[in-house]
């Protein structure tokens, strides 16, 4: 069993659709939560940093921590053409310097 | 643009060959990390250095081997290559190589191609 636990998709919704992508994990040691996004060809760009439990709000993105669930999840509002990417949740713990990445999610906002 | 940059861009080569694949970190960042992102794998850790020192290993191949040096660049070595080795490698940077809040920054990767 893998620790981190994405489902690669790939999702597709219309534009202005409520995009939900979600990671499950095994450690219960990891704290830091990450949400990267990928175009094609392209290096991960970080897009939300979470520490432990709770929600973050940046613009159209949020991202929620359920730590007692081991599940995370990036909201993604108002979607459009552009946010076309594959997503990526990253975790570490708290001492350690290994992130784990999850396998990505390809997501497809068509207009 | 991150400010992470690797070099090269693309690369094809035979199996049974060596490579060497470089990355520059952001300006102050004293870790740089190794990634390999192939089709079926995802994105695969491989090896982290912080201030010139190895810190953390992930699933390196013992044909793999890399170094970060005084100037902090950092330098991926493959030999004796297999076609399985085809896959874009990664490099990223953050500030302490861990811990709270350090977050990692990505280059825009080198595609490998093994022939």
């Known amino acids: 069993q893998k620790e981190v636990e994405q489902d690669p998709g790939p999702l597709s919704v219309p534009e202005g659709a409520i995009v939900s992508l979600n990671c499950t994990y095994s450690?219960?040691?990891?704290?830091?939560f990450m949400w990267y996004r990928q175009y094609s060809r392209k290096g991960p760009e970080l897009l939300m940093y979470?520490?432990?439990?709770g929600n973050k709000e940046d613009g159209r993105f949020t991202a929620q921590v359920d730590k007692s669930s081991k599940y995370i999840s990036l909201f993604i509002r108002d979607s459009q053409p552009s946010d076309s990417a594959t997503y990526l949740c990253?975790?570490?713990?708290?001492?350690?310097?290994?992130?784990?990445f999850g396998a990505g999610t390809r997501l497809f906002v068509k207009a | 643009d991150s400010g992470v940059t690797q070099t090269p861009k693309h690369l094809i080569t035979a199996t049974g060959q060596r490579v060497t694949l470089r990355c520059s970190p952001r300006?102050?960042?004293?870790?740089v990390y190794w990634y390999q992102q192939s089709l079926d794998q995802g994105l695969q850790f491989l090896i982290q250095?912080?201030?010139?020192?190895?810190?953390a290993k992930g699933n390196i191949l013992e044909r793999f081997s890399a170094q970060q040096f005084p100037d902090l660049h950092s330098e991926l070595n493959l030999s004796s290559l297999e076609l399985g080795d085809s896959a874009l490698y990664f490099c990223?940077?953050?500030?302490?190589?861990?811990?709270?809040?350090?977050?990692?920054?990505f280059g825009p990767g080198t595609r490998l191609t093994v022939l």
């Open positions: 990223a940077s953050s500030v302490r190589g861990g811990g709270a809040e350090d977050t990692q920054y």
């Open positions: 450690n219960s040691a990891f704290q830091y």
């Open positions: 979470t520490y432990s439990s």
């Open positions: 990253a975790m570490r713990g708290t001492g350690g310097f290994k992130t784990i």
């Open positions: 300006s102050g960042d004293l870790s």
């Open positions: 250095y912080y201030n010139g020192e190895e810190r």
